[in-house]
C-alpha cells in the first residue's frame, strides 16, 4: 500500500469516527483535506498526497482548541475508546506524512 493510499485510508477512518460522534465542523475540515487527497492522487509524483497532507495538518495544530486537544462524546457521555482510537489514527497519519517525506 503506498503512502497516499493509507493516508487516504486514514482521513476516512478518521472523518467517520468524527460523523459518528457529532463533530461537525472537524469532520468537514477532514472532508476537506480527503478532497485534497484524492485530487493529489492522481498527480504522478507519489509524494504530492504526503507534502499536501502535511501541509493542511498544520492548520489544527493551533487556536481555540486544537484537534490533539479534542475529547468525543457521544449521548453527553466521554467516548474514551472513540477518542483513543481517532487519536491513534492521527497519530499514524503524522507518522505516514513524516515517513514518506523522510529524506533518503
Known amino acids: 500500500m503506498t503512502a497516499a493510499d ?6 476516512t ?15 468537514m475540515a477532514f472532508g476537506r483535506v480527503h ?3 484524492a485530487v493529489g492522487r492522481s498527480s504522478a509524483d507519489p509524494l504530492s498526497v504526503p507534502r ?8 489544527f495544530a ?4 486544537t484537534f490533539g486537544d479534542l475529547e468525543l462524546t457521544l449521548d453527553d457521555r466521554p467516548a474514551r475508546d472513540a477518542t483513543t482510537q481517532l487519536h491513534a489514527l492521527s497519530v499514524e497519519l503524522h507518522e ?5 517525506l523522510r529524506p533518503l
Not at 493509507?6 to 482521513?11: E, G, M, P, Y
Open 96 to 100: 505516514v506524512v513524516r515517513s514518506a
Open 62 to 65: 493551533g487556536g481555540m482548541g
Open 35 to 37: 478532497e485534497h487527497v
Open 6 to 11: 493509507r493516508i487516504d485510508v486514514l482521513i
Open 52 to 59: 499536501l497532507v502535511r501541509d493542511l495538518l498544520h492548520m
Open 13 to 27: 477512518e478518521m472523518v467517520a469516527i468524527l460523523n459518528d460522534h457529532g463533530e461537525d465542523r472537524w469532520a
